[in-house]
């Protein structure tokens, strides 16, 4: 489906001092990570200064967030800040943003809960205003309703995937495979010629060595409710060893046209392996 080339990220979202800051960025890119990047939920360090000291503790890899929650800026400011970031950052900077989907999160932050429509709009507006800087950073959309990919497809360089479905609760849960690969065939439909263009991003949740399927499965499934051969499908899940999971990147490439994929904080050293395998 594309030859684009791959890209791997970390997601990083475990409350650190500085210096445990420091080395998890630092071990990033000496694993060979393309990109290191930082979430907005409250309760973990702000996304700016935290970019910030993570342009000054490294060297070549790229810094993002995954993702700023649009509803918390006002958007001239945001892209005050990032373009700043930008800057100092020798252009590393790329910028992920969502419409917030945790009410609580919003009800810690004194910040109204609208409407999904009222969210999408003011991602929108945020859109618009950073696509107005100076240089501009590549910008990413993550979601997964409708009327995000809309937005996506029309505006973002990168459209991330994350694989999840909300529970009544307002939790998240992973998606079954039907859920991950509907979204992603919807996208396909939305970009019509901008298809080349945009870069599909995916977050990998697990990294598991060969065999471990069923053990998953009985610990997982009442949470994930998939059968076992549905979950080593997930395209949210590697099982196997590097070499068998670089192959199942390349299938994924070629299936699905997914080239950048994130893992999360706590399979960074596991999926280092599949890094080296893959190049």
Known sequence: ?????????????????????????RTAEELGYD????????????????LLLAAEATDRIRIGTLVLNASFYRPALLARDLATINEYSGGRLEI??????????????????ADAPQRV???????????????????LIAGRSDRVLRLAAAQADIIAFPGTEKTRDSRR???GLNEVTGRIECVHALLGDRIDEAELNIAIHRVLPPGTTHGV??????????????????????????????DILRDRRKRYGLT????????????????????
């Open 173 to 175: 849960k992973l998606g």
């Open 217 to 246: 499965t009985d610990a997982w499934q009442n949470h994930l409710d998939l059968e076992p051969a549905e979950l080593a499908e997930l395209p949210t899940l590697l099982i196997g060893t590097p070499e068998e999971c670089a």
């Open 96 to 113: 992920g943003l969502g419409t917030g989907y945790d009410r609580a999160q919003f009800d810690i932050a004194g910040v109204p809960w």
């Open 121 to 139: 709009s003011q991602l929108a507006r945020t859109v618009e205003e950073l696509r107005g800087i100076e240089s501009r950073p590549p910008i």
């Open 1 to 25: 489906m594309t030859d684009r080339p791959f890209r791997f990220g970390v997601a990083l979202f475990t409350p650190s001092t500085r210096a445990e800051w420091v080395s998890k960025l």
């Open 260 to 279: 950048y994929f994130t893992v999360l904080e706590p399979e960074m050293e596991a999926f280092a392996p599949i890094i080296e395998a893959v190049r």
């Open 35 to 50: 990109i290191v990047s930082i979430s907005d939920n409250l309760g973990l360090p702000a996304p700016v200064p935290t």
